[in-house]
């Protein structure tokens, strides 16, 4: 995540998809391990 904010704040990525991202990001991280197999 910290990446995606690093290039969001040096206008490598765009604020919007850099908020998507960080969305997806973060349900990833909600998401027990176990779903992912």
């Given at each position: 995540?910290a990446?995606?904010?690093?290039?969001?704040?040096?206008?490598?990525?765009?604020?919007?998809?850099?908020?998507?991202?960080?969305?997806?990001?973060?349900?990833?991280?909600?998401?027990?391990?176990?779903?992912?197999?």
């Amino acid at each position: 995540m910290a990446h995606v904010l690093v290039l969001r704040d040096q206008a490598v990525v765009p604020e919007e998809a850099a908020r998507r991202l960080l969305g997806v990001l973060l349900e990833a991280v909600r998401t027990p391990a176990e779903d992912f197999a």
